[in-house]
């Protein structure tokens, strides 16, 4: 299936951290946060300014971005769990 999403919207998927502590102990899923990293999938045309202009986003398909812990919409697409954000829940892009 395809996704395209609409306005300042980004499609991202989740990076999922190690299992383990640097000293060997092994996390398990229950106690794990969610990781606040993804890759950015698909990213929307962009917001309208005052003027009705339209404003491209910063970030692309490909971009390693880190985003807050409780940002975004939790969807399954194609049976993969994926966010929906707005750009502006993105805190930057990892490089």
């Known amino acids: 299936m395809a996704f395209r999403p609409l306005h300042d ?3 991202i998927r989740r990076i999922e951290e190690d299992n383990k502590t640097p000293s060997g102990i092994i996390i398990p899923d229950t106690a794990k946060e969610k990781p606040q990293q993804g890759e950015v999938l698909a990213v929307g045309p962009g917001a309208r300014d005052e003027a009705g202009k339209l404003v491209p986003l910063d970030v692309k398909p490909g ?4 985003f807050g812990k409780w940002s975004g919409s939790e969807v399954t697409i194609d049976g993969e769990e994926l966010l929906i954000m707005k750009e502006s829940d993105i805190l930057g892009i990892i490089e």
Do not use: I
């Open 63 to 66: 971009d390693k971005v880190l």
């Open 9 to 11: 919207r980004v499609l």
